[in-house]
């Protein structure tokens, strides 16, 4: 401590000056205690402190945004390496069924004229299934998975054998719509025969094989989708006709109701302040824009894989083989759907527009999860995206979109 001096000034005849200067650590200070704005020296000390504050804060700030780029990274790559391991799998059981010997037309089951019909939906009892899954897991988990499933099912069903009658031919598959008119959908060669007949398209651009099981003469259902096919003229047919016509008949409220309201309810509410926009479609070569209306959209707290993960499915593409489960009401089926109602945060459904907006969400990372068919071609969404505080948006559009292999 530096003692205090007395320093005599400015001796005058009358009076004198006397100042006492006494040095810096005069001035106590508890070691640890912020120092008062008393001086200049103390707010600087007091910005330098504040400064630092601010500094390693950005620095966390920067670790957090560098580990969730890291996480979208390893997500995508992700995403695109099970792309890759799919078509590569796709294309070696079609090039399987290249090898086979051709299936001559007279041992040809498939041949001949054949009216088309979709496959039930997961929550109708159908003979042969697994179980029915509207019993299994109640009303709005079936209704769920119809609207997960059905656009998908539908679109692969009307790319493979279009609407109405289809008749296979030695090289051909010709669509003929009511009024007798016939059109070439695809040229074809046919592989194996018997109760199991797969369809080798020449010039399809949505599919690459087709893998059609039979149930007698007159009965057969494509493997996947489950599109349904009775011989046109036979009892077959006409008893399938008539099954189509009640189930609509008693369904026909469903999807309006699937639609409108809440086909399943998120595990929890959950409440924040971020909101997302949504608008899904695709701008066409002239430059309109085709809006996916109508269209149920879900926000999930991980990835859907995970769902099916937990239901058991364990497969290259998981998403097809999901669809598989639950066309015959399966338990992994059910196991997924309730793995995804568990990771609901959000659903919307599309407007006339292609929009739609989420309630407020807490601020974090989520996917976005839907699934349609684009020009007869079934597609799903698994968008992985960071929401922030206030107005977030996404376009769930042909460059996000994900085909069904």
């Known amino acids: 401590m530096s003692p205090c001096r007395a320093v005599a000034w400015g001796m005058l005849a009358v009076t004198s000056t006397l100042i006492v200067v006494c040095g810096p650590s005069a001035r ?10 008393s001086s200049y020296e103390s707010s600087m000390k007091m910005q330098q402190l504040e400064d630092e504050r601010q500094r390693q804060q950005r620095a966390l700030q920067q670790q957090q945004d560098e580990q969730r780029q890291r996480e979208w990274e390893d997500t995508v790559r992700q995403q695109q390496a099970r792309q890759a391991a799919a078509a590569a ?3 070696k059981v079609l090039q399987t069924w290249q090898n086979r010997p051709a299936l001559a037309p007279e041992k040809n ?3 001949g004229r054949w009216d088309v019909h979709a496959a039930p939906p997961p929550g109708a009892k159908k003979t042969g299934s697994a179980g029915d899954l509207n019993a299994a897991v109640g009303p709005e988990m079936a ?7 059905g656009g998908i099912t539908a679109g692969m069903c009307d790319s493979m054998l279009g609407r109405g009658v289809i008749e296979f031919r030695a090289g051909t598959a010709v669509a003929i719509d009511a009024n007798g008119q016939e059109q070439v959908k695809y040229h074809a060669a046919y592989r194996g025969g018997d109760t199991r007949v797969v369809v080798l398209p020449q010039d399809a651009t949505t599919f690459t094989h087709m893998i059609i099981d039979f149930d007698g003469h007159d009965r057969a259902v494509v493997a996947g989708p489950g599109c349904v096919l009775a011989r046109s003229g036979s009892a077959t047919a006409k008893a399938a006709a008539l099954e189509v016509q009640a189930r609509d008949q008693a369904s026909a409220p469903a999807p309006v109701a699937a639609a409108a309201g809440s086909a399943i309810a998120p595990a929890a509410v959950v409440t924040g302040d971020a909101v997302l926009a949504l608008k899904a479609g695709s701008s066409e070569a002239s430059g309109q824009f085709m809006p996916i209306v109508q269209n149920q959209v879900w926000v999930l707290k991980g990835p859907v894989e995970k769902a099916m993960l937990d239901a058991g499915i364990r497969s290259t593409h998981l998403m097809r083989d999901f669809v598989l489960a639950c066309a015959g009401s399966t338990p992994q089926c059910q196991a997924g759907m309730r793995a995804i109602a568990a990771n609901a945060v959000s659903k919307v459904v599309t407007d006339a527009g292609g929009q739609a907006q989420t309630a407020g969400l807490p601020a974090g990372r989520y996917f976005v999860f839907s699934t349609a068919t684009y020009k007869q071609r079934p597609m799903f969404w698994q ?3 960071e929401l922030h505080a206030g107005k977030n948006t996404l376009a769930l559009d042909l460059s996000n979109a994900r085909t069904l292999e």
């Open 28 to 37: 106590a200070e508890t070691p640890g205690q912020l120092p008062t704005p």
């Open 89 to 91: 799998e796709a294309q």
């Open 143 to 149: 209704n769920l998975a119809s609207a997960l499933l």
């Open 383 to 385: 968008v992985p995206i």
């Open 109 to 111: 089951p498939l041949i």
